[in-house]
């Protein structure tokens, strides 16, 4: 055993990743396990620190070569290798969709930047249907890389500081204490920007907040903290600082029992699991014998917690893996899975993460030990442009379009998009190849989504800019409403705009509906920004006073807010609330424009299309789905409304579905870009099909005995409608 070393140190890793692995894998009521990151946040600040002034206090300063060069021997290996083998993994058993998606992530992983990809993939709306990353544990070692590019450097100025007083203080023969002395007063201050920002920044963008550095710098700061206390810590009472090792011990549980994924997070909630660990650090320096430590030390807990680093690397990305390939894992499956991890990590600690760190090679040449920073950037990208490659061979080739004329059973003055699809349906059910050159691409689909320009509403709470598009200098005025479902007819509606001489206005929040009605937030609670922007939206036309407004959305699935705040997550009350909203709002609008028209949601769908058209044994029949039915349900809620109103509504469902089935590839389009929203190129090829809809053409006059879609008519249309 090394001397100083701390055995209770080690069982508190274990216990760390413990909490984590159960959390991820659903096992037992420790859905607050998240919190074994920031446990392991503590124990890596503490460490690290304690290392750092023992050199300084040993040698008066700080190798920042010798730092990294130890940095890199531990971290990178295991972490290298366990990228490669994901990317592998990736590619062999999942879609093409989601292995590009994993090498993406192994790029920004390779570099340490893991965490603002995640914190982008997660704030971005789009990205709500999309599986967890293999690697999205990573972000967890980008955070604490990040911390140690600056840290280091602060102690390595603490030196020369020292030094210098050293020089000027007659007598004064060590650096040490005073390097560890000095570290104490900023390491308060950032501990209490930190976590001041940490708490503000998670109710405002608690996604963002999750993977930040800056939000998490307390934690790792408060570990050093405690290093650079320890001279001190260590002279408390036994018996003192047993019990605040077992107060420590206890606020981890707590935590680990009583938070989930609802819990907003880091904030506030951090304090509890953060000030524990570091209870458990200083507590630990010497204390009685009847404290948590002799526990932690045990041989079981010791070995666990030399294996943790591998155990971390290992659990996540075979749990998503395996979950995604094949099938969802119930409770004991992931136990057992979880089990069979702890061997490979036993086995990537002792032949991968010790032969490396003790080689010989690296023996007093610190150099060759940062050298490995750049080994590693030489041997994984190549690999990711060469898996990249493969991924893109697997989904060359294909047949020809699906046309009508081959399929169709076209009647007269039939809707020739509603015949496309059902010539779709039935190429699939035939067992018609996939179309080559689909449009947009399936590795493209997932970012074939409407540019809105500097009018991300979304992204705005205040000072929103309206964006004028189509005919800036057109005489009429089109303005639409709504969220990500309405938005997915920009490219039809800019067209016709431009074409018919309309200025458009796409006010466009996404998860925002265009119905009166507050949608339930991801993390808990009424969105009011989402009640604040359709306030601002009904201001907006009442200004403009359109000749057009175009109304579109679909129910957010997670719920609505009642008046009183309380969350409504049933579909019937939530399909009520949907209508009633509409009839709101179309009775604040109908004033201030000559038109209201709601354009109906298409049928959501069951298979995700992207990673079913990506599959290696893809075909359209596999690739053909149901209808989601709870969407049908949503979608005649707004019917209802429009046709209670008077308004015209615009039956989309034919466009996509025929009987009950929808296709993924319509001609040599993909329809829908996830299971719920329609692609961007589809929505343009559909651009002609609205127009014969919502005629916004000033030229149209309407044929002998149909209404003419005029103020206070409904130009009605049967296509689709049940």
């Known amino acids: 055993m090394r001397p100083g070393f701390r055995q209770d140190i080690q069982g508190l890793r274990a216990l760390a990743v413990v909490l984590v692995i159960l959390d991820h894998a659903d096992i037992g009521p420790f859905h607050g396990g998240f919190i074994g990151v920031d446990v392991f946040f503590v124990i890596s600040g503490f460490l690290i620190t304690g290392l750092l002034v023992s050199e300084a206090e040993r040698t008066g300063r700080a190798s920042l070569l010798g730092f990294y060069a130890r940095r890199a021997r531990r971290i990178l290996p295991a972490a290298t290798l366990v990228i490669v083998v994901t990317v592998v993994a990736s590619i062999l058993f999942l879609s093409a969709v989601e292995a590009t998606g994993v090498i993406q992530d192994a790029l920004w992983a390779t570099f340490f930047l893991a965490n603002f990809k995640f914190a982008s993939d997660g704030t971005d709306y789009f990205q709500n249907d999309t599986p967890p990353s293999p690697l999205q544990h990573y972000w967890s070692l980008s955070v604490e890389e990040q911390f140690y590019l600056v840290w280091p450097l602060l102690v390595l100025l603490l030196c020369v500081y020292a030094g210098w007083r050293a020089r000027r203080s007659v007598g004064q023969r060590s650096l040490g204490p005073r390097v560890r002395d000095l570290g104490v007063s900023p390491l308060v201050v950032i501990v209490g920007i930190s976590f001041a920002f940490s708490v503000s920044y998670s109710t405002t963008d608690p996604v963002a907040a999750y993977f930040s550095p800056f939000t998490r710098a307390w934690e790792l700061a408060l570990g050093a903290l405690v290093a650079c206390l320890s001279t001190r810590l260590i002279l408390v009472k036994r018996s003192v600082q047993a019990m605040i090792s077992w107060a420590g011990l206890i606020a981890v549980f707590a935590a680990a029992l009583l938070y989930n994924g609802t819990t907003v997070f880091p904030g506030y909630a951090a304090a509890l699991p953060v000030v524990g660990t570091a209870a458990l650090l200083a507590g630990g320096m010497h204390a009685a014998g009847w404290g948590p430590q002799r526990l932690l030390s045990i041989r079981p807990m010791r070995a666990m917690g030399d294996w943790s680093y591998s155990l971390y690397l290992w659990h996540w990305p075979v749990l998503i893996i395996v979950a995604e390939a094949w099938h969802p894992l119930t409770a004991w499956q992931a136990a057992v899975l979880m089990l069979l991890v702890v061997p490979l ?45 493969v991924v893109k061979d697997e989904l060359d080739g294909g047949g020809p379009p699906i046309t009508v004329s081959e399929f169709g059973q076209t ?240 039956e989309t469902a034919a466009w996509f579905c025929a009987d009950g089935l929808c296709p993924s590839v319509v001609g040599d389009y993909i329809a829908h870009r996830d299971r719920t929203h329609i692609s961007q190129s589809y929505a343009g090829f559909l651009t002609d099909e609205l127009e014969a809809q919502i005629h916004l053409d000033p030229a149209y006059v309407a044929p002998t005995g149909q209404p003419s879609p005029s103020p206070g008519t409904v130009a009605a249309n049967s296509t689709g409608t049940p």
């Open 345 to 389: 990590s036993a086995l990537s600690y002792h032949y991968v993460e010790n032969p490396v760190r003790r080689a010989r090679i690296f023996k007093g040449r610190k150099l060759r030990g940062v050298l490995l920073y750049p080994a590693v950037v030489l041997l994984t990208l190549p690999m990711l442009a060469a898996a990249n490659t």
């Open 411 to 650: 009647q007269p003055q039939q809707d020739q998009v509603a015949a496309l699809v059902q010539a779709s349906v039935k190429a699939a059910q035939d067992g018609y190849e996939i179309p080559a050159g689909l449009k947009p691409s399936v590795l493209d689909l997932g970012t074939d989504i409407p540019d809105l320009g500097k009018c991300q509403y979304f992204e705005i709470n205040s000072d929103r800019p309206l964006c004028p598009r189509g005919d800036t200098d057109g005489d009429r005025t089109l303005v639409l409403i709504g969220d990500s479902h309405a938005r997915q007819w920009v490219p039809a509606l800019d067209e016709l705009a431009k074409r018919y001489g309309y200025t458009a206005y796409f006010l466009i929040r996404e998860g925002c509906p265009s119905s009166d009605v507050t949608p339930w937030m991801v993390n808990g609670g009424p969105s009011t920004d989402c009640e604040a922007f359709q306030d601002w939206a009904r201001e907006q036309v009442e200004e403009l006073q359109p000749d057009v407004v175009l109304l579109g959305s679909e129910a957010n699935r997670r719920g609505f807010a009642t008046d009183d705040g309380d969350h409504v997550d049933d579909t019937d009350e939530m399909a009520t609330m949907y209508r009633e909203g509409m009839e709101r709002e179309i009775d604040y609008l109908a004033p201030h424009t000559q038109r209201v028209i709601v354009i109906g949601d298409p049928p959501a769908v069951v298979t995700h299309p992207g990673r079913c058209l990506s599959e290696r044994d893809a075909t359209l029949a596999k690739c053909l789905s149901q209808e989601d039915k709870v969407s049908l349900v949503f979608i005649d809620s707004l019917r209802q409304a429009a046709a209670a109103k008077g308004v015209q509504f615009v």
